[in-house]
């Protein structure tokens, strides 16, 4: 169990152009989804955290109106990279965390296996 | 600030050879302490949860163990299969949405040699 899907695996778009990139939690219901950039040999860094039926919260330094999350079910998170440019280009990552709203609910974080973005 | 800091950076193997991998972590209350195994090109995968000092917990020939300031990943006759990039994250209690994210070390690239 706990497995989470991400599509597409890669994508080359031109710059100026959008790209959405979709999380599905396949078997369990997620009301919490995270959103993370990864560049080569380096950790995973937070974008935002996603919760469904509401806004999503970005992390500081992040472009809430050039990284559009959508968390419209408790399966599905969008991230939605607009006008991108050749900066935009990384590994981009999303988890959803098993389990219900509150502090004493499912803590692990279920990794989805990246979508390659490349702007030219 | 939560931080969490991962050695080595990088680490080399014979196959048989066991060794052991270290995260140091300050935390505002720990919630929980997470290892994950990313192989590249792919999402990390989720290995083990430890929720409090003293704890272990095992799968195939990784062990991993908490104490109140550290984590150590211990990896006995390692295979080459084992190669990846071993990442320890931590969660710090609290029922804000800043509480529920984890703060991730920046990894220990583990490769064994046949």
């Known amino acids: 169990g706990a497995v989470v899907s991400q599509h597409p695996s890669w994508v080359i778009c031109k710059s100026g152009t959008s790209v959405k990139i979709e999380c599905r939690s396949l078997d369990f219901q997620a009301t919490t989804m995270f959103w993370y950039r990864q560049f080569p040999k380096q950790s995973l860094m937070l974008m935002a955290t996603?919760?469904?039926?509401?806004?999503?919260?970005?992390e500081q330094g992040v472009e809430k109106d050039k990284f559009l999350i959508n968390h419209a079910s408790l399966t599905l998170s969008t991230l939605t990279v607009t006008s991108a440019h050749p900066e935009d280009s990384s590994f981009y990552i999303c988890?959803?965390?098993?389990?219900?709203?509150?502090?004493?609910?499912?803590?692990?974080?279920?990794f989805g296996p990246g979508t390659r973005l490349t702007v030219t | 600030e939560d931080q969490v800091t991962q050695s080595p950076e990088a680490l080399r193997l014979q196959e048989g050879e066991s060794s052991s991998l270290n995260c140091s972590y300050t935390?505002?209350?720990?919630?929980?302490l997470f290892w994950y195994r990313q192989d590249p090109g792919k999402g990390p995968e989720f290995l083990f949860t430890?929720?409090?000092a003293g704890e272990e917990k095992e799968k195939e020939r990784l062990k991993a163990t908490l104490t109140k300031k550290e984590s150590f990943l211990h990896i006995t006759a390692p295979k080459p299969e084992d190669s990846a990039t071993y990442l320890c994250?931590?969660?710090?209690?609290?029922?804000?949405?800043?509480?529920?994210?984890?703060?991730f070390g920046s990894g220990t690239q583990l490769t064994v040699l046949p």
């Open positions: 994250a931590v969660q710090a209690r609290g029922v804000t949405s800043a509480a529920r994210q984890l703060t």
């Open positions: 430890l929720y409090s």
């Open positions: 988890s959803a965390r098993r389990g219900g709203r509150g502090a004493f609910s499912s803590y692990e974080q279920y």
């Open positions: 935390v505002s209350g720990l919630r929980g």
């Open positions: 996603s919760n469904e039926g509401s806004k999503a919260t970005y």
